[in-house]
């Protein structure tokens, strides 16, 4: 889970945007085909989601809507980090860490 400047809360398995002070849901962020795992959130207030679905997902909060999918892995996506230098960090199940720039969406390395 993660909170936003706005007070939002953003729970993850499916993604919902909670009103925390008024105890409602906002909405329902739809894509992931499975459970999500883990979520961060940028600077820029963009979500970012790893799921079961092999899939990292890029989400405009504002709009609901997915920007852009990031995919590379032959099986679950476990944790994502980012780094002081904007660079995301990411961890399956198939035993890799893939190291991401998120400006052009590119897998920069793997780690075996």
């Known amino acids: 889970m993660v909170i936003n400047k706005n007070s939002e809360l953003i729970s993850a398995s499916t993604i919902k945007v909670w009103d925390i002070n008024r105890g409602e849901r906002l909405k329902t962020l739809n894509g992931h085909t499975d459970y999500v795992r883990s979520i961060v959130?940028?600077?820029?207030?963009?979500?970012?989601?790893?799921?079961?679905d092999r899939t990292?997902?890029?989400?405009?909060?504002?709009?609901?809507?997915?920007?852009?999918?990031?995919?590379?892995?032959?099986?679950?996506?476990?944790?994502?980090?980012?780094?002081?230098n904007g660079e995301l960090v990411s961890a399956s199940d198939d035993t890799t860490i893939k190291i991401w720039n998120l400006t052009t969406s590119e897998c920069k390395q793997t780690l075996v």
């Open 56 to 84: 990292i997902k890029i989400w405009n909060l504002k709009t609901g809507l997915c920007e852009k999918t990031l995919i590379g892995y032959t099986n679950f996506i476990k944790s994502l980090i980012l780094t002081k």
């Open 41 to 52: 959130l940028t600077e820029n207030e963009e979500l970012i989601s790893a799921s079961d």
